[in-house]
């Protein structure tokens, strides 16, 4: 199993998920840009599940050496990958954020993405699930820099997928409204439109066991979206959405 953004509450909970539904990974790599939590992870399913892994540093914003990757073998990519950004008005015209922002949403992880989706398209097989958000769905004033990121990432995804359908891969998009998790720490979130990162999990490993094209964590969040995107709109712009 690859995992991309292994230090993700949601990546490490799903990780265990599927260890707990008795999946068998020979290994388990988990990229990170910050070694130390990872390896804290990565001891943890030692123990627990007596499961191999392999800690792979990779940080989007230096040049990446793909020679790194060539020996990787595995049926099932997992990607939580995602930069929330700064939160003020002041950052929304700051070019280093808006940078960041794009570039691990969307510019530099595709890359990356389309190296794996390579390799199981010449096998023929696999699973990659990657997590978007309800925030591509519709531009919003309140965080259309991030929105449109993962707009393009959903629909990145959404083109992979008609594209290896007949090469017998899968993938999955998942789409997670509110969560419960350090990037949104602070933040004040409604309790009923909020996952944690272990619901988040179950409903992610429930729609990869049933290959699902897309997936809401919480299914109010695909009304609420459905409703969102067909607001007219002169009257969605004077939404304070």
Not at 28 to 53: G, M, P
Not at 214 to 232: D, E, F, K
Request: charged share 25%; with cysteine; hydrophobic share 40%.
């Amino acid at each position: 199993m690859i995992v991309l953004g292994s230090t993700s509450e949601v990546a490490q909970a799903f990780v265990e998920k599927a260890l707990q539904e008795g999946e068998k990974f020979e290994r388990i790599y988990l990229f990170t840009s910050n070694r130390e939590t990872t390896e804290r992870f990565a001891r943890h399913i030692d123990v627990k599940f007596l499961q191999q892994s392999e800690i792979i540093e990779l940080d989007l914003m230096k040049e990446i050496d793909y020679n790194r990757f060539e020996q990787i073998n595995s049926g099932l990519l997992f990607c939580a990958t995602g930069y929330l950004g700064e939160g003020t008005e002041e950052s929304l015209y700051d070019n280093k954020n808006t940078e960041r922002i794009i570039d691990i949403n969307y510019a530099k992880l595709i890359p990356v993405l389309n190296y794996f989706a390579h390799k199981f398209e010449s096998r023929r097989s696999g699973t990659i699930i990657g997590l978007s958000s309800v925030a591509g769905d519709r531009g919003r004033q309140s965080n259309f820099i991030y929105g449109s990121a993962k707009a393009a990432f959903t629909a990145y995804l959404s083109g992979l997928r008609n594209y290896l359908f007949d090469k017998k891969v899968h993938v999955l998009t998942v789409k997670p409204g509110f969560m419960a998790t350090k990037m949104t720490e602070g933040l004040p979130l409604n309790p009923k439109l909020t996952a944690t990162p272990k619901q988040a999990a179950e409903c992610i490993f429930k729609a990869y066991k049933r290959q699902r094209n897309v997936a809401y964590v919480l299914p109010v969040w695909g009304i609420i979206m459905l409703i969102i995107r067909n607001i007219p709109e002169f009257i969605f712009k004077k939404l304070k959405l």
